[in-house]
């Protein structure tokens, strides 16, 4: 994840609240679905904090987040060793012991975006049991519920520009790489922690990376494994751009291929985390993402996450009202969609070219106040509405 690891490194933060229902926690009340994402910085009780279902932090702001009522989760990383600050094992045990990995030139491999940090022996069961070990007494001792696992990577390749010497090939890191998150995995779902990574199934050169089912393969490995999958770049580009992507086989577009990986996560009882890059105050992009959420959600754990790209608070009435449980499945309309809920209704259209028109059949509210019957979405654009008081 280079964006979550640069606001590790850098210092910048990240906070959302997504639509839920406001349930009874073990330690409080939240709004089911909700997460909130705040790394390198000090954790503050800004809009939603202390209502976040889920609140993911570093580990400077562990024992804070343990004591708010959300499900509390720790950010750690199997496949980076960073030279400064640990992600489950230090750096220097991690050299003592001859787990970190060279190409086959024989060089440490590093990390291409943040040279600080170093590959780690991800195959290698003595460092996934001090990881283990290392990141368990972490939670202990601080009392969170579980861990971040950033870097969930298909194949190495693309983070550190070559395979590396002990695992050649692609398949072989995958299968290292599988092997790390089964044993954590196991091990701490078995000690009663929470489990959600990033995951990407990306490959250079394979076409399914760009429609989504590389990711959705990667996924179903390691859905046996983990509480919670998360999508970077969710319902968008990951070149930068954060271009929405829309219907279509375009690398661009390919919308309905990505939006697949929900279900695939909520498979078996887990839960799909997406997240969504976008400008401070750009509530197209907040709408599109988390409708997309919306569409397919199970209305139980998981959430969906906007980060302002240039800082700034990501909260925004546009996007953070409640509809309550979905009533049922989404249904096709038009080039559109429309699913319902208790409180209101979703409406994506994920046309690249085409506007659609929606009839609602019943009177609703958008975020400005304004009361709708019907309406009409220009292209990738969405919209959340609730149900108007009679």
Same mark, same amino acid.
């Given at each position: 994840m280079a964006r979550v690891l640069a606001a590790l490194a850098v210092g910048t933060a990240a906070a959302l609240v997504v639509v839920g229902t406001v349930t009874a926690g073990s330690r409080g009340r939240t709004v089911a679905g909700t997460g909130l994402l705040?790394?390198?910085?000090?954790?503050?009780?800004?809009?939603?904090?202390?209502?976040?279902?889920?609140?993911?932090?570093?580990?400077?702001?562990?024992?804070?987040?343990?004591?708010?009522?959300?499900?509390?989760?720790?950010?750690?990383?199997?496949?980076?060793?960073?030279?400064?600050?640990?992600?489950?094992?230090?750096?220097?045990?991690?050299?003592?012991?001859?787990?970190?990995?060279?190409?086959?030139?024989?060089?440490?491999?590093?990390?291409?975006?943040?040279?600080?940090?170093?590959?780690?022996?991800?195959?290698?069961?003595?460092?996934?049991? &001090?990881?283990?070990?290392?990141?368990?007494?972490?939670?202990?001792?601080?009392?969170?519920?579980?861990?971040?696992?950033?870097?969930?990577?298909?194949?190495?390749?693309?983070?550190?520009?070559?395979?590396?010497?002990?695992?050649?090939?692609?398949?072989?890191?995958?299968?290292?790489?599988? &092997?790390?998150?089964?044993?954590?995995?196991?091990?701490?779902?078995?000690?009663?922690?929470?489990?959600?990574?990033?995951?990407?199934?990306?490959?250079?050169?394979?076409?399914?990376?760009?429609?989504?089912?590389?990711?959705?393969?990667?996924?179903?490995?390691?859905?046996?494994?983990?509480?919670?999958?998360?999508?970077?770049?969710?319902?968008?580009? &990951?070149?930068?751009?954060?271009?929405?992507? &829309?219907?279509?086989?375009?690398?661009?577009?390919?919308?309905?291929?990505?939006?697949?990986l929900v279900g695939i996560a909520q498979a078996n009882g887990r839960d799909f985390v997406g997240l969504t890059y976008g400008q401070p105050g750009d509530t197209r992009t907040m709408q599109y993402g988390k409708a997309s959420f919306l569409l397919d959600w199970d209305g139980r754990g998981g959430a969906f996450v906007y980060e302002p790209t240039g800082g700034g608070n990501p909260w925004n009435a546009a996007w953070t009202q409640s509809l309550g449980r979905p009533t049922g499945r989404k249904r096709a309309v038009g080039s559109g969609w429309l699913r319902r809920y208790r409180g209101g209704v979703v409406l994506l259209n994920p046309s690249p070219a085409s506007s659609q028109s929606f009839v609602l059949h019943g009177r609703y509210v958008a975020a400005d106040g304004s009361v709708a019957e019907t309406v009409t979405l220009p292209p990738t654009t969405g919209l959340i509405l609730r149900t108007a008081k009679r």
């Open positions: 705040r790394t390198g910085v000090t954790l503050s009780r800004g809009p939603g904090e202390s209502r976040a279902a889920l609140l993911i932090v570093s580990r400077a702001d562990a024992s804070r987040a343990a004591r708010e009522p959300g499900r509390s989760l720790v950010y750690f990383s199997g496949t980076d060793v960073n030279a400064r600050w640990s992600t489950g094992v230090p750096y220097a045990q991690a050299r003592r012991h001859g787990w970190l990995l060279r190409s086959a030139s024989g060089g440490l491999l590093v990390n291409r975006s943040y040279p600080s940090d170093y590959v780690a022996d991800v195959g290698s069961p003595q460092y996934q049991q &001090s990881w283990i070990s290392n990141v368990s007494r972490f939670l202990r001792a601080h009392r969170d519920d579980g861990v971040f696992i950033d870097d969930v990577l298909a194949d190495l390749k693309p983070l550190a520009g070559v395979e590396a010497a002990a695992y050649p090939t692609q398949q072989a890191w995958a299968a290292a790489q599988l &092997s790390f998150v089964r044993a954590v995995g196991t091990a701490l779902r078995a000690r009663g922690y929470y489990v959600l990574v990033n995951a990407s199934g990306y490959v250079p050169g394979n076409l399914a990376s760009d429609t989504g089912a590389a990711t959705a393969s990667w996924w179903r490995r390691l859905n046996p494994y983990v509480s919670g999958l998360m999508q970077e770049y969710y319902g968008e580009t &990951s070149d930068g751009s954060n271009r929405l992507r &829309s219907d279509g086989a375009g690398w661009a577009q390919n919308w309905n291929g990505w939006q697949r």
